[in-house]
DNA sequence: TGCTATGTACACCGATTTGTGTACGTAACG
DNA sequence: CGTTACGTACACAAATCGGTGTACATAGCA
């Protein structure tokens, strides 16, 4: 609303229409859902005319499986690279979440889209088993009998953890990390702990 | 399409409107979710006129609302009323879904309202506390040491394995029920067991 | 300079959404 | 019988949805 809107002969927002759709999209999408985001309303956030945001997405749907696959992938998988941490606390570093989610994203996406045939929930589903996998790569180095086991009931942990939250509208990764941490204890024989 | 349809003097289905339009509700909220599912279609679906539905429910959230609240509960309260079993019996039956469970309803609803405030969500909210501590309630009677944490990690798995099954299209409750093996077991000194 | 890619403004489409207004049947019950 | 509550048919409103058509402006590059 300040004198910086566009005029009746609009202020050029310049080349980067595409990076600005998606960040509009990371905020909205986040903030209200995909369903409850129309695409004039993305648009305007995104200081973009509609035309050319169909000039760069065929259709919603796919731009809803590019917000997927560009969502800032910094801090689930990141943990897994940060090598000053044993592969122990690193597991239980997958916990510690920044609070600003409210829910993951690719859970939200496959339940609000309720179609598994839709490129996002096919993303969402590569997404998490690419997470399981990274757990097991992890719990492996860290000594687990049952590297497997124990990745994919981490990735349940952290699921439910996120779901909890969005439902009780209350912190549940704290609880998730306590299981995690029995369950990593009981999965890691006591020769190979320390 | 049999030859029971409305005729043009439509054959009058009868005075079960409000049940027909809940019963429809269950199927089709269930199958494609809220946001997917139109008041058109469920009037179709439960053969009632449209006007009939509005005369029964003020709007659609409450409608919601309603189909929440009368959610069928036999599922999982019924295992804590199951006096055959040991409470440890009956911890772990509650992870004994009947597979025809796509996802949680009231997680659904919570992810597809996205409105902390919507009546529904408020509902499963009540419904989820509820059900936490019916387990910790019968974590109690199983003797464990600290039934309230007990209780809330066995609720968080549960959610943890209905999201999960969701976004990946595959069963994880049995990996949740494995867990909830190793917890309660953690969570019960070794006098009050057997 | 002029060409091309990118972006803009804005009206518009058809479909679908929740929700009403109106006038009419009919079943149940006194 | 008549009354009343319940249900019906159908049209329609107002908003919103995803998506397009058209004509025009500008930035970057050769």
Redesign the interface.
Known sequence: MTESEKGPLGRRRGRGARERILSASQQLFRE??I??TGMDQLCAVAQVSKRTAYQHFPSKDELVAEYLRRFDPEIMPGVFDRTDLTPRERLLAAFEIPASMP?CP???A???L?D?EHPASQY??DY??AIAARLTETAREAGATNPE?LG??L??????????T????SE?FP??A??AE??ID?AIPASAQR
């Open positions: 209200q859902g369903n409850r829910l690719y859970i939200g496959a339940v609000e309720h598994p969402a589903r998490k088993v086991q994919e009931q990735a349940l942990l952290i699921d439910g953890a996120s779901a909890r969005r439902v009780l509208n549940s609880t998730a306590a299981i029995v369950l009981n």
